[in-house]
DNA sequence: TTGTATGCGTTATCAA
DNA sequence: TTGATAACGCATACAA
């Protein structure tokens, strides 16, 4: 059982209210009080209890950060980012993984009702929020990263950092139908529905095909999961099509990783048999052999962009949309296509 | 401001306590009173304040996960499975990144006086704590993975689940002897500090030159953090030592992707010029081209065994500890030394 | 400058 | 079967 205030108190002689005075820096304490007060904080390693701290607060520090596939190495750096900032300015941080299955809004929720939250970080999401799940929030200031609401939505319910997905793939495929590319594969995670990332970054592709006059065939589209695995055998199955593909844009460097992979060990060379994009900007994108291009993401600038929002909403600031830019990396992993 | 226990209550036209036991489903209730307080329940979306009712309650159901190395790509399938496990029992989980200025055991107890656990589960860390500092925490159940406690430590105070790194590291480097190395880089994070990781998988390292009859050279040994840009500079740095290394056994996967980096992007050839043996598992080092030869560690059995052990010991169960095989995949990234 | 007393939302004990 | 009420540990308004 660990020593309470009251334990505290009896040991330095004082109440329990002058106690929480000393601790929380309010009021006037004789210096001679403070120093029983803290020796006798010391000597019974006390840490106050915050179910009772914020039981009593009318405002929690509590944020609460929820991620849908935290084992994304893409949102390695967010988590790494997000932990630090958050620790920097003396909040906890509560991480919550949100599953395919749940709702991240209604996750927020809980955690929300459960635990007096004074701010909400969502790293990863759908698009298919309605106003009325936003509102549902109360409050609450949240801040969306790589992803936000559908247009329908309120744009003051909410903030969000994102970057263009739909216009950076539209150039990350214009790059590869400008090398002479007539076969691209698409490789994403639910692209066929709407409301996802990989929907958008699908309707960018598209736009690049039509700018280029090529045909849209949805058999050169594949349904990943962000693993290399996945784009593995998306590849091999694109590689052994009657008309097969001379390039690749992949929405996430896992995928693309794996579809490197494909087309390696299948004795083809990159980018002399195919050229490969990858999207995201993750470490092994760039140290795989070849290196891939990427569309390279700012993960650290949107990290700490989200968390400065985030914060300035706590001090009463108006929410913001922050588009950054993102960046076509070249490093050699597409070429022209050969005749 | 959210619905609270008294809102409820009002609403159902009953007490406070009838809705508690409702909802606790402790003590009879009639079908009538439990259909009301059930509706109102619903009719104002009412969340149990967690706060109060860990205040109030003797025993908490939270579990907290402290990771040291947050943004390891090898801990994303523990997270994964740890995350899935725990809500699979039905408690909530908090995460806690342990920086590298910290200790695990001391975020522990502030986490532990903070909130009330009723569990603790340690991912990475170091072997530097003493029995005292695991005595602070009391009875609440705890569970190593991937490191432990030294031998000094009484092993009725923690339970742990690892694989022999040690001898794993060992045999690593035998198969690289075999093939007739001899000068065998050795790259990791601290392998000069005592009761680290990567000092333990160094003992092994000399263990196998040892048996191989090779000198030890201390030049040889390369300190480097758990990302391939370290792995890849280290490997420069090998590659032109005026007697350069063949082979390359490195206590993680990151690092071996970067390793390997540095001998393909000089126009080396892997395993013909270098051999590379990596360690953990990780996706990517099988997708990489060549794939990449690791100790692998399994993962998903460690985490599930780490969370099984921690329902026994909640339920009154004895500690444990469990050392897992890891296995050498051999993958086609070593192969025999040039004469 | 310090202490007393109250209540945050919940559970549990005791009466009714 | 139900309701009134006392705690849990803390912060704070008010009194001293």
Same mark, same amino acid.
Do not use: W
């Given at each position: ?24 820096? !309010? ?18 390693? +006390?840490? *106050? ?5 914020? =039981? ?19 949102? %390695? ?29 209604? &996750? ?18 759908? +698009? ?12 609450? $200031? ?6 936000? !609401? $559908? ?27 400008? =090398? ?34 090529? $045909?849209?065939?949805?058999?050169? &589209? ?19 099509? !009657?008309? *097969? ?17 494909? &087309? ?20 092994? %994108?760039?140290?795989?052999? $070849?290196?891939?291009?990427? &569309?390279?993401? *700012? ?6 962009? !989200? ?33």
């Amino acid at each position: 059982m660990p020593a309470s205030i009251k334990d505290v108190a009896q040991k330095a002689g004082v109440s329990t209210a002058t106690v929480s005075r000393v601790l929380n820096q !309010a009021g006037k304490v004789s210096a001679e009080t403070r120093r029983k007060v803290l020796g006798a904080v010391a000597s019974c390693h +006390y840490v *106050p209890n915050a179910n009772a701290q914020q =039981l009593k607060r009318s405002t929690s520090r509590n944020i609460c950060l929820c991620v849908r596939g935290i084992t994304n190495p893409f949102f %390695a750096a967010f988590l790494r980012v997000i932990e630090r900032q958050i620790s920097l300015r003396g909040y906890p941080l509560l991480i919550e993984a949100v599953d395919d299955s749940q709702d991240e809004l209604a &996750v927020a929720q809980r955690v929300l009702n459960e635990r007096r939250l004074c701010g909400l970080l969502f790293l990863g999401g759908t +698009y298919l929020h309605q106003a009325e799940d936003f509102m549902r929030l109360g409050e609450v $200031p949240r801040v969306l990263m790589t992803f936000n !609401a $559908p247009a329908s939505v309120d744009r003051e319910l909410y903030s969000s950092v994102i970057v263009a997905d739909r216009d950076i793939s539209r150039q990350a495929v214009r790059h590869l139908a400008d =090398l002479g590319h007539r076969r691209i594969a698409f490789m994403a995670k639910s692209p066929f529905e709407e409301n996802t990332t990989g929907h958008l970054r699908m309707s960018g592709y598209q736009d690049a095909l039509k700018d280029a006059g090529l $045909p849209f065939d949805p058999s050169l &589209v594949f349904d990943c999961e962000y693993r290399p695995d996945s784009g593995f055998s998306s590849m091999k199955a694109a590689l052994t099509l !009657a008309d *097969p593909v001379s390039a690749v844009f992949a929405a996430a460097d896992t995928i693309a990783i794996g579809a490197a992979k494909a &087309v390696l060990s299948q004795g083809l060379s990159i980018p002399r048999d195919v050229s490969i994009i990858g999207f995201d900007g993750i470490d092994m %994108a760039e140290y795989y052999h $070849p290196s891939l291009d990427t &569309v390279l993401q *700012p993960a650290e600038t949107m990290a700490k962009r !989200a968390v400065e929002i985030l914060f300035e909403l706590i001090n009463g600031g108006a929410n913001q949309h922050i588009v950054l830019p993102a960046e076509l990396a070249r490093r050699g992993s597409t070429g022209p296509a050969l005749l």
